[in-house]
């Protein structure tokens, strides 16, 4: 079933408010409580790429990622973290809609279209203004961004602007950038959970895919980050940056456990390494 198409019982909403560390559901889908849930997610739920690794299937249906994140303590890319958050939100209340959107390259070209899954959210006492959620793309904004705002958008990970794009074959997209370098390039038409489902198998199958040429977690934490990309785990803290490989199965895998969360039986093994 589609994200959006489905809610969540009472009992399976109180399981995923924990997951996030939230003690007690919000009174009102406002913008404040959208905040919090951003935050808290990002804190609690790792984006991670492991499945690719592990060889697991990757399935796009709004049950089956809450059932990922909040039954299996997992996390999972922009597709399964976002498509969650689409379940979670529609049932407290929030109005959701699925964004398809290309990701920036480090040459500044654009990906495949479906490249990345956003929402579009409004809340009860916005008066119609349209936030920017995104809890799927690693090292981004901490906060919902205002999707009708042109200005600078101050966030603890940089200053953000929504750019209109208004070149020939554009029709009105919007580019998110961040700290003066476009990230991803949105598109306003809203999708449906299957549309994603060639960029989600071309990103989990394709040698030129970044996600298949090693395993990475990451996750935000109160003073930074922490990242574990193939051995190399790496971690942020107040600014220090810090690096340390580990060559030992047993050592990898209480990171992944004490770090991420994520309880494996054995290592992920790279789909497609780099050479």
Same mark, same amino acid.
């Given at each position: 079933?589609d994200?959006?198409?489905?809610?969540?019982?009472?009992?399976?909403?109180?399981?995923?408010?924990?997951?996030?560390?939230?003690?007690?559901?919000?009174?009102?889908?406002?913008?404040?409580?959208?905040?919090?849930?951003?935050?808290?997610?990002?804190?609690?739920?790792?984006?991670?790429?492991?499945?690719?690794?592990?060889?697991? #299937?990757?399935?796009?249906?709004?049950?089956?990622?809450?059932?990922?994140?909040?039954?299996?303590?997992?996390? $999972?890319?922009?597709?399964?973290?976002?498509?969650? /958050?689409?379940?979670?939100?529609r049932?407290?209340?929030?109005?959701?809609?699925?964004?398809?959107?290309?990701?920036?390259?480090d040459?500044?070209?654009?990906?495949? *279209?479906?490249d990345?899954l956003?929402l579009r959210?409004?809340?009860?006492?916005g008066?119609?203004?349209?936030?920017?959620?995104?809890?799927?793309?690693?090292?981004h904004?901490?906060?919902?961004?205002?999707?009708?705002?042109?200005?600078?958008?101050?966030?603890?990970?940089?200053? /953000?602007?929504?750019?209109?794009?208004?070149? *020939?074959g554009?029709?009105?997209? @919007?580019?998110?950038?961040? #700290?003066?370098?476009?990230?991803?390039?949105?598109?306003?038409?809203?999708r449906?959970?299957?549309? /994603?489902?060639? $960029?989600?198998?071309?990103?989990?199958?394709?040698?030129e895919?970044p996600?298949?040429?090693?395993?990475?977690?990451s996750?935000?934490?109160?003073?930074?980050?922490?990242?574990?990309?193939?051995?190399?785990?790496?971690?942020?803290?107040?600014?220090?940056?810090?690096?340390?490989?580990?060559?030992? #199965?047993a050592?990898l895998?209480?990171?992944y456990?004490?770090?991420?969360?994520?309880?494996?039986?054995?290592?992920?093994?790279a @789909?497609?390494?780099?050479?």
């Amino acid at each position: 079933m589609d994200a959006m198409e489905t809610t969540l019982p009472p009992e399976r909403l109180d399981a995923y408010l924990r997951r996030i560390g939230v003690a007690d559901r919000p009174a009102r889908p406002t913008e404040e409580a959208l905040r919090d849930l951003q935050l808290r997610h990002l804190r609690a739920v790792p984006f991670e790429n492991l499945s690719v690794h592990l060889r697991e #299937d990757v399935v796009l249906d709004g049950t089956a990622l809450v059932g990922k994140v909040v039954d299996r303590g997992r996390g $999972g890319f922009c597709y399964e973290l976002n498509g969650a /958050f689409a379940v979670l939100l529609r049932t407290l209340g929030y109005e959701v809609e699925l964004l398809q959107a290309r990701v920036y390259g480090d040459d500044g070209r654009l990906g495949i *279209p479906y490249d990345h899954l956003a929402l579009r959210v409004l809340a009860a006492d916005g008066g119609g203004r349209a936030w920017l959620a995104d809890v799927g793309f690693g090292d981004h904004s901490h906060f919902p961004l205002d999707l009708d705002e042109r200005g600078e958008q101050k966030d603890p990970s940089g200053v /953000f602007r929504i750019v209109e794009r208004d070149e *020939p074959g554009a029709d009105g997209d @919007l580019d998110v950038v961040r #700290d003066g370098r476009p990230r991803y390039r949105l598109e306003r038409r809203p999708r449906v959970l299957a549309d /994603f489902t060639t $960029g989600a198998w071309w990103h989990r199958t394709s040698p030129e895919s970044p996600f298949t040429r090693a395993p990475v977690a990451s996750l935000l934490t109160e003073r930074g980050r922490v990242t574990l990309s193939g051995r190399r785990l790496i971690t942020s803290e107040d600014g220090t940056r810090a690096e340390r490989p580990l060559d030992d #199965d047993a050592e990898l895998l209480a990171a992944y456990r004490d770090h991420f969360g994520l309880r494996l039986d054995h290592p992920p093994v790279a @789909l497609h390494p780099r050479p």
